[in-house]
């Protein structure tokens, strides 16, 4: 049975947010304070909890940071009658306090960082009667902290980066992306010192050594640090921490039916048990709102799609028994879906444009016809195949093309795909050649979750004007982006206008 980590967030009257003005700093005579907390144990547990209660937080995964790690990248689009909001998918950035685009994200992304270092400042000074569980409880506040700053720099780069309690006072200042990772990477080595390799059942969620390794290598390979990033799989791959390996079942990675398995490097934990909103109150939900944005017209608010560009690609290659890629069947919904397949999806027949398609993994129609706000869904943040073609890359870039072929077919003979070299002979030995084809191969296997955005920006196709114009040929909103611009969000200007030492990227 799927066990729920209970969150309890406690701290709502103490956010990070430049934006406050001193004289509503006030003070609540009903609330506890600071000095009046941060005594006991189960002080710090409920205090390291309440970070965990950021995932469910609309600027984080309950909904909008998918708009900009999936909708933005070339996987995915936009065509929303609310144009404010599609505008942001296709690099029409006007109103750069757009609330929805990315204020809520920026400041989701700050809160949870404040309550990161509130773990971090306090819990040193607290006894405990063991002292390892106050060390993993810190362990865990610099995973967090590491995570968010990991996706904060993706998003927007160039940002403060904040260590202490924060008060409405401070001016924090700005820091280049290489500081920003390198305060990641600080982050994650010291908690992959004291979080445990594994934990018990009744904790499941909580990260563990492996989960730091993991991200530890995203952060080395964004910098081109292979060498780093090969070091750090291979905890995951052939060290240490080997316990992942693929499950039998693709599908089973994004249902609720078999969670937490041995696929799973981190998921976030989400449920259904509560029906609120994504305030700070007892009765806010712990779900996912994803399915909801991203289901077709009819179902959700379709706000999202995907790019059909990957059905195109799917078929490119059938498998050993002649049939096709069983992971387009569920990654995708798309109008031929029920004739390749024998889906029908949600319960009916929908109708939808000859060349249109969205996203399929995390849905519900395996046991609903219609989608909502409290998906109990996990999302799968880091899964072991993630982690295999990650090493193929980099042996790839250290010299090692024919090695790297193995862990390529590990994630190929899941799904009964031929061997790569079989399959695509013409790659040889070649670095650009394998490297081209290790894109589609990622794009085969993690389509729509969460990481192509990064992709596309470690590859550097996002930094010459023709690397953008091929990208352009399969999702047309490229043809807004500006190299040297756009992979890179403008920070909110209310954040700038408010902070002395926060500058607002120069080419905006």
């Not at 390799?197 to 390979?221: E, H, I, N």
């Not at 976030?268 to 712990?286: L, M, P």
């Not at 909801?292 to 028994?321: C, H, T």
């Not at 995390?362 to 295999?388: F, H, M, P, T």
Request: charged content about 25%.
């Amino acid at each position: 049975m799927k066990r729920i980590i209970v969150l309890i967030a406690i701290f709502s009257g103490l956010f990070f947010t430049s934006s406050c003005e001193n004289e509503l700093d006030l003070n609540n005579p009903n609330a506890v304070t600071v000095d009046q907390y941060w005594k006991t144990e189960s002080d710090a547990q409920a205090g390291v909890n309440s970070i965990y209660a950021m995932f469910y937080k609309d600027g984080l995964w309950a909904r909008w940071i998918y708009f900009r790690l999936d909708l933005t990248s070339d996987e995915g689009f936009s065509n929303s009658p609310w144009t404010e909001l599609a505008d942001w998918t296709r690099f029409n950035y006007i109103n750069y306090n757009f609330w929805e685009g990315q204020v809520v994200t920026w400041r989701d992304t700050y809160k949870a960082v404040f309550r990161c270092n509130q773990v971090l400042a306090n819990v040193p000074n607290i006894t405990f009667q063991n002292e390892d569980d106050k060390k993993k409880i810190i362990a865990q506040a610099k995973f967090f902290r590491a995570l968010h700053y990991y996706y904060a720099a993706i998003l927007w780069e160039n940002i403060p980066i904040v260590l202490e309690p924060s008060t409405p006072a401070d001016l924090p200042a700005q820091k280049n992306v290489t500081e920003v990772f390198a305060q990641v990477e600080k982050d994650l080595n010291e908690a992959f010192a004291d979080l445990p390799s594994s934990w018990s059942a009744d904790q499941t969620g909580r990260p563990d050594k492996g989960a730091a390794k993991a991200f530890l290598a995203k952060v080395y390979m964004q910098q081109h640090k292979w060498a780093e990033a090969k070091t750090a799989l291979e905890y995951l791959i052939s060290g240490p921490g080997a316990k992942y390996n693929l499950v039998a079942n693709y599908r089973d990675n994004f249902t609720d039916v078999n969670e937490n398995n041995k696929e799973s490097v981190f998921e976030i934990q989400f449920g259904d048990q509560k029906s609120g909103g994504t305030d700070e109150g007892q009765s806010a939900a712990v779900s996912s709102n994803r399915a909801q944005f991203f289901a077709p017209r009819g179902i959700g608010w379709s706000d999202g799609q995907a790019r059909f560009w990957l059905v195109n690609a799917f078929k490119q290659e059938k498998n050993k028994d002649g049939n096709l890629d069983t992971r387009l069947r569920y990654t995708l919904y798309y109008p031929q879906l029920q004739a390749d397949f024998g889906d029908k999806v949600y319960g009916k027949n929908w109708e939808w444009g000859n060349d249109e398609a969205w996203f399929r993994k995390g849905s519900r129609d395996y046991y609903r016809n219609n989608e909502d706000y409290y998906s109990q869904v996990n999302y799968r943040l880091v899964r072991y195949a993630d982690i295999l073609l990650r090493y193929a890359e980099v042996l790839n870039e250290t010299g090692n093309t024919a090695d790297a072929y193995q862990y390529v077919d590990l994630v190929r003979a899941r799904v009964n795909m031929n061997t790569l070299a079989a399959a695509h002979p013409e790659i040889g030995n070649d670095h650009d050649k394998f490297l081209e084809r290790l894109k589609t191969e990622r794009v085969l296997e993690l389509a729509g979750e969460s990481v192509r955005w990064e992709d596309l920006k470690r590859w550097g196709d996002l930094n010459t004007q023709a690397s953008v114009d091929k990208i352009a040929l399969r999702d047309p909103d490229f043809k807004n982006f500006v190299v040297g611009k756009n992979q890179r969000l403008p920070i909110p200007q209310v954040e700038v206008q408010n902070n002395p030492n926060l500058k607002q990227h120069a080419e905006y």
